[in-house]
T-cell receptor, first 114, second 113 residues
């Protein structure tokens, strides 16, 4: 079946550092890929998405490129802020028209220190 | 932001009680989902629905049940709560179409004593 593997945390960085959170996937067909962010006490918010190979999703300074050859969708940000502290989930959707839910990675807890 | 609402946000209740967690969305989405999120953050799909009168079990077996009588409403019920049901429950919805993103509510944090 489909699966998503992302780097385990916590990841601790200083403010203004460069961020990479690795995500790789296993799926048949042509999944869509997503990054979600979960702030403390809240639900998940869609951060960015990519629907086909070589697509780049971007939002709020974050970006990720859908690499089919390496089955990866790594999240990057050039300069992180304390407010970026949260849990980040990589996910894929391969529903083929059905209603199956997203397949999530286990989440990466990001801590940004001032 | 997505218009999907979950109540209550927090619930602490004793063993054996019947519980209903509410989820409503105002976006007219056909597809709705329930996820269980464990303390280690991992999310597991427990129920989903294609639309009115449609309910399906997800990847993780759950003693809870769901109903979908109206498009906007997807409640989850536990007939007799147990400590093993303690978790965070997240509701989500998505529009019709392949591989659409899901919109999440803020979750219900359930503690069974």
């Amino acid at each position: 079946g489909d699966s998503v593997t992302q780097m385990e945390g916590p990841v601790t960085l200083s403010e203004e550092a460069f961020l990479t959170i690795n995500c790789t996937y296993t799926a048949t067909g042509y999944p869509s890929l997503f990054w979600y962010v979960q702030y403390p006490g809240e639900g998940l918010q869609l951060l960015l998405k990519a629907t086909k190979a070589d697509d780049k999703g971007s939002n709020k300074g974050f970006e990720a490129t859908y690499r089919k050859e390496t089955t990866s969708f790594h999240l990057e940000k050039g300069s992180v802020q304390v407010s970026d502290s949260a849990v980040y989930f990589c996910a894929l959707s391969n529903s083929g028209g059905g209603a199956d839910g997203l397949t999530f990675g286990k989440g990466t807890h990001l801590i940004i220190q001032p | 932001e997505a218009d999907i609402y979950q109540t209550p946000r927090y619930l602490v209740i004793g063993t054996g009680k019947k519980i209903t967690l509410e989820c409503s969305q105002t976006m007219g989405h056909d597809k709705m989902y329930w996820y269980q999120q464990d303390p280690g953050m991992e999310l597991h799909l427990i129920h989903y629905s294609y639309g009115v009168n449609s309910t399906e079990k997800g990847d993780l077996s759950s003693e809870s049940t769901v109903s979908r009588i109206r498009t906007e409403h997807f409640p989850l019920t536990l007939e007799s709560a147990r400590p093993s049901h303690t978790s965070q429950y997240l509701c989500a919805s998505s529009p019709t179409g392949n591989n659409q993103p899901q919109h999440f509510g803020d979750g219900t944090r359930l503690s069974i004593l």
